[in-house]
């Protein structure tokens, strides 16, 4: 479920009251993978509740560079939304997580095979609240820039294609729109 900031409070607070634990992830989620899948499923393990905090499109611009994101955060927060063991989408627009971890305090950060539990940014934080760093997902063999190239790549083939000579396929002049009424002239 996609929810605001204060809907998010107060739904962690009811948890915790029940008794739940609360894992955190986030990420930017551009064009979801099967390395996104992978991370969120291994972050929903590791609590009863997984928050999942999807950076906002100007957060994104600003980490990936000119073009990003592709999908704008509404579609990326709605597709992360929709996995399996994700309980709660929030979108944000800070330059990291700090806040969000502060304000939460989730039992567990969790992070992509792509850092250690030493180089996670956050982990001070994490461990100044009591709240310990995971590590999940698979091995980082999944990318959304190498899918874009890839896509790029395969386009561009088509276009050399495409511009291959043509031939005349004993086509008239267009002679309007018709209708299957209509007689051919």
């Known amino acids: 479920m996609i929810v605001s900031e204060p809907e998010l409070v107060a739904a962690v607070a009811r948890d915790r009251a029940a008794g739940k634990t609360v894992a955190f992830a986030n990420g930017c989620f551009d064009l979801l993978h099967v390395g996104h899948v992978r991370y969120l499923l291994g972050a929903a393990a590791e609590g009863d509740r997984l928050v999942v905090a999807v950076n906002d499109d100007r957060s994104v611009a600003g980490l990936k560079g000119e073009g990003r994101p592709i999908l704008p955060a509404s579609d990326r927060a709605e597709l992360v939304a929709a996995l399996r063991g994700?309980?709660?989408?929030?979108?944000?627009?800070?330059?990291n997580?700090?806040?969000?971890?502060?304000?939460?305090?989730?039992?567990?950060?969790?992070?992509?095979?792509d850092y250690t539990v030493e180089s996670v940014p956050e982990r001070s934080v994490v461990a100044g609240y009591g709240g310990r760093t995971a590590i999940v997902g698979d091995a980082k063999h999944h990318a959304t820039r190498e899918i874009l190239a890839r896509v790029a790549r395969t386009q561009d083939q088509e276009r050399t294609h495409d511009q291959g000579p043509t031939r005349d396929l004993g086509r008239t002049e267009d002679r309007g729109p018709?209708?299957?009424?209509q007689t051919t002239r």
Do not use: I, M, S
């Open 178 to 181: 018709r209708t299957k009424d």
């Open 86 to 95: 994700v309980d709660y989408v929030v979108v944000f627009g800070d330059p």
């Open 97 to 113: 997580v700090e806040r969000l971890l502060l304000l939460l305090k989730p039992d567990v950060h969790c992070k992509g095979t």
